[in-house]
């Protein structure tokens, strides 16, 4: 573990071939049992070229117009979730973290398989399932003996049906998109999606083989999926405790509706100060390891951001703190060596464009459609894994129609 600042600007200089998040990600997710039947050649790269050019790069080039078909996804998961059990003007409760699991899991498996596939049952069942199975595989493989590995991640995945099924759902697509890209061909409405942007990031002197693009692909779904989800869920905790900025934070996510967010949240300066400070006080890394040859080296994210070097009253939720001062305002993306929620340098999530605009629109409808607080504010919120901070899954927060 490491929290001074000449220690932490060491690491975030590091090189890969000195910190490695190929390898820590093969410690957390054993690729090798995870990916059942698939060749370990090629490790996936979630911090890689191809992750920077297709979530920073791609997917922020296209988001306008994916946007219309991302906000009928949310208003779709609230009405399923939500609108649909309210009885009259009274209060519901909702569990919490199942409901920000399906709205982030749907917006998330359409930007990475596109609209045809997000719109398929069993492809979206599996879509979700996965990212899960890759969380129980890796923890559980922890305490089990290399050679039972593959018995308990098929024990675990039930046999890797949802890989299966998303293997067997995306191999036509791919072949297909393969062969035009191999072909050059011209497509007219080329595909909004992952999958287009990957295999278009692939040389075609050298295209990447199917079983490359598909791993890349089914990555994207379980790095794109975690972050988000609970970011959301502590959001919405925070909403509930501090429901003095509902109103402030309201008239703001109206004046960005009626423009459909048309401009990426950056017209959200109070929203991205709350998610900021939301993150600051509820990291998702608690505290972390140790040191030498193959250890794992983490940077205690709870520690340095409730650190008074850097923050005043650094204990008080304050959620306009990086709002209320235009000289030194940031906004939830910005990252450094006090906030390394996002990590840092090289390592940095490419991936915190994409869940911030989710989450700004995610959280513009929910305050805009519904009044909600937590159903028991005394109950623990969250408990501690390892070095990981948990949403508990127990947790409800009361909903009913905004009231005028």
């Avoid at 608690?286 to 009253?313: E, F, H, K």
């Amino acid at each position: 573990m490491i929290s001074s600042q000449a220690h932490v600007e060491e690491v975030r200089g590091a090189s890969e071939d000195q910190l490695s998040f190929e390898a820590i990600g093969e410690e957390m997710f054993r690729y090798t049992h995870l990916f059942h039947g698939f060749t370990p050649d090629h490790v996936l790269r979630p911090k890689g070229r191809i992750s920077q050019r297709v979530v920073r790069g791609l997917f922020m080039q296209h988001l306008p117009a994916l946007r219309p078909v991302m906000l009928q996804k949310i208003d779709d998961a609230f009405e399923s979730d939500i609108s649909s059990k309210l009885d009259g003007q009274g209060w519901i409760p909702i569990p919490i973290v199942a409901m920000c699991r399906r709205v982030v899991g749907d917006l998330t498996i359409l930007h990475v398989l596109g609209d045809t596939l997000a719109n398929d049952p069993k492809m979206m069942a599996a879509a979700a399932q996965f990212p899960e199975d890759a969380i129980y595989v890796g923890e559980a493989l922890r305490y089990v003996p290399s050679l039972l590995g593959g018995g308990v991640a098929s024990l675990i995945t039930k046999r890797h049906r949802a890989l299966r099924t998303l293997v067997n759902g995306l191999y036509p697509v791919l072949v297909e998109r393969l062969k035009r890209h191999i072909n050059s061909e011209e497509i007219e409405d080329k595909p909004r999606d992952a999958i287009q942007w990957i295999i278009d990031s692939s040389p075609r002197k050298s295209p990447w083989t199917m079983e490359r693009v598909l791993r890349e692909v089914i990555g994207h779904l379980i790095f794109s999926s975690h972050a988000p989800k609970f970011a959301l869920v502590m959001a919405v905790h925070s909403l509930c405790l501090h429901p003095e900025y509902l109103e402030p934070l309201r008239e703001e996510a109206q004046a960005a509706a009626s423009n459909e967010f048309a401009q990426d949240g950056d017209e959200m300066p109070l929203l991205d100060s709350f998610l900021r400070e939301s993150a600051r006080l509820n990291p998702i890394d608690g505290d972390g390891t140790s040191l030498p040859q193959g250890s794992i080296v983490s940077i205690p994210q709870r520690a340095i951001m409730r650190d008074a070097m850097y923050y005043d009253n650094p204990e008080t939720f304050d959620g306009f703190r990086f709002v209320s001062d235009a000289a030194t305002a940031k906004k939830y993306t910005d990252i450094d060596v006090s906030y390394p929620t996002w990590g840092l340098g090289r390592r940095a999530c490419p991936g915190r464009y994409y869940a911030s605009s989710l989450l700004k629109m995610v959280l513009g409808k929910l305050m805009l459609g519904y009044d909600f607080e937590l159903a028991d504010a005394k109950a623990p919120r969250v408990f501690q894994w390892r070095s990981a901070v948990v949403p508990r899954s127990s947790t409800k927060v009361l909903f009913r129609r905004r009231q005028a």
